[in-house]
Structures are given as C-alpha cells and as structure tokens.
C-alpha cells in the first residue's frame, strides 16, 4: 500500500495576469521511498511541496490518497470546515523540513527535537535520539540552546526534530541550502539512512543536483509546459 497517491494535482498562485500554475500529474510514494523535486529556482518546487503537506489549497485535485486513506474531498475543501482534519493530518503524519529553521530558542537541543511527540503524547526513543545526535555530530549540544548553534546546527536539529515523532513522510525544502558541502553531504546521508531505516517516505527539493546524483535518488524535474505554467513529471536521463 502506497504511503501517499496522488493524482492530477494543480496549485495556482496569483491571479490574473499574474497568475502561476504548478501541477503534478501523478505521483505514488512507498514507505521508506525517497524521491528528490528539482529545478530552477522561481519553477514552483516550493509552492508543490507546500500542496503535498496540505498546506495550499489545490485549484484541482482528482485523488489524493494518505496511508490508504482517500483525503480527496477533505483537500478539496480546504480552510472551511475541514481546517481542522487537515491540521491533524499534518501533525499525525508529516514531519517538515523548512528552509530556514524555525527552532523554538527557550527551548534546547533535545527539547526542540522531542517537541512534535511531546505534542502528540509520544514517547521519544532515547537509544534511537542518541544513535541519532551522534550520527549528525550533535551528541554533545543537546543541552545548548538554538542562539549557540551554527546555522548548520540548527537545520540538522530541524532535521531530527521533523523525523523524530515517526511521521509517515518526510517533507524537507531544501535542507543543505546553508550547509558546506562536507556538512550537506551528511545531512543528505543521515537524512536518508534514518528515514529508510524508520520507514518514512521522503519527498526533498533540492538544487544539489550532484547530491541526488551520488546518492541515486528518483526525480521529478520541473518543466515549462506553456506561459506561466510548470508541471513536475519523473526525470529522464
């Protein structure tokens, strides 16, 4: 059973004459799946996997499919009475990654991380977060707070505070952005190892074409198909 479905997906931005389409004609991920969304900046990948995480509003949606479950309707009528659903939704089964942060700064290392079980009354799994701090070279920071961290510290405190309440998928935008590329090739590895390990399909957008390259990850490549109009379809070499 696919983790997420969809079908026929189309976001538009603006109006008017100013008006952006961003469509997905089809895209169907299993668990512990990776899959990178890739194109030049300004082409949607953003506002795509804002639609994914059902965040925006689609302006056409003809499936929708979430753990086996047909969300359809409930996408389609987003923030009237279905506002709600789809905050649980996200919460129950999406951990994200955002470009820039977002760590809570009263709170530490390990309390930024254990945030989004706390919030669903889960469990952390101690030997599973020290496995994992230490793996991303922050074993000896989880007691500082996010002001005494490098800015490649904070997204991959990010990193495991989106993946450490065991979502269902991973929704990272452009994680190694502020990384060298020593620190961007170990986030991608870690990032990849502990969601195939914990089975969390993953859906990245990325310009480090080198990295989806080396680490042999599928692709769907954004491309022009008329005025103001990008769809994302699987890359062909």
């Known amino acids: 059973m696919p983790v997420?479905?969809?079908?026929?997906?189309?976001?538009?931005?603006?109006?008017?004459?100013?008006?952006?389409?961003?469509?997905?004609p089809n895209?169907?991920?299993?668990?512990?799946e990776a899959i990178a969304v890739t194109g030049s900046s300004g082409c949607g990948k953003s506002t795509l996997i804002e639609a994914l995480g059902l965040i925006?509003?689609?302006?056409?949606?003809?499936?929708?499919?979430?753990?086996?479950?047909?969300?359809?309707?409930?996408?389609?009528?987003?923030?009237?009475?279905?506002?709600?659903?789809l905050s649980m939704l996200r919460s129950q089964h999406y951990g994200f990654v955002p470009q820039i942060n977002g760590l809570l700064p009263?709170?530490?290392?390990?309390?930024?991380?254990?945030?989004q079980a706390q919030i669903q009354g889960r469990a952390i799994d101690m030997p599973w977060l020290a496995h994992a701090t230490e793996k991303l070279g922050l074993a000896s920071l989880t007691k500082r707070y996010a002001r005494e961290l490098s800015i490649g510290q904070r997204q991959r405190v990010s990193f495991l505070r989106a993946i450490a309440h065991r979502p269902d998928i991973l929704l990272a935008d452009e994680p190694?952005?502020?990384?060298?590329?020593?620190?961007?090739?170990?986030?991608f590895e870690v990032m990849l190892e502990l969601a195939r390990?914990?089975?969390?399909?993953?859906?990245?957008?990325?310009h480090e074409w080198d990295?989806?390259?080396?680490?042999?990850?599928?692709?769907?490549?954004?491309?022009?198909?008329?005025?103001?109009?990008m769809t994302?379809?699987?890359w062909q070499a």
């Not at 599928?218 to 491309?223: P, V």
């Open 176 to 187: 190694t952005a502020a990384l060298d590329p020593d620190h961007a090739i170990n986030l």
């Open 27 to 32: 895209l169907v991920l299993s668990a512990g």
């Open 56 to 85: 925006l509003e689609p302006s056409r949606l003809d499936r929708f499919e979430l753990v086996g479950q047909d969300i359809t309707a409930i996408v389609n009528a987003q923030h009237t009475k279905h506002d709600q659903a």
């Open 106 to 115: 009263y709170l530490n290392v390990q309390q930024n991380i254990g945030l």
């Open 232 to 234: 994302f379809e699987p």
């Open 211 to 229: 990295l989806v390259k080396s680490f042999g990850l599928k692709r769907l490549m954004a491309k022009s198909v008329g005025p103001s109009h």
């Open 4 to 24: 997420l479905s969809v079908q026929n997906l189309e976001i538009v931005r603006g109006q008017a004459s100013q008006a952006f389409k961003v469509s997905l």
């Open 197 to 206: 390990d914990l089975q969390v399909a993953t859906v990245v957008v990325t």
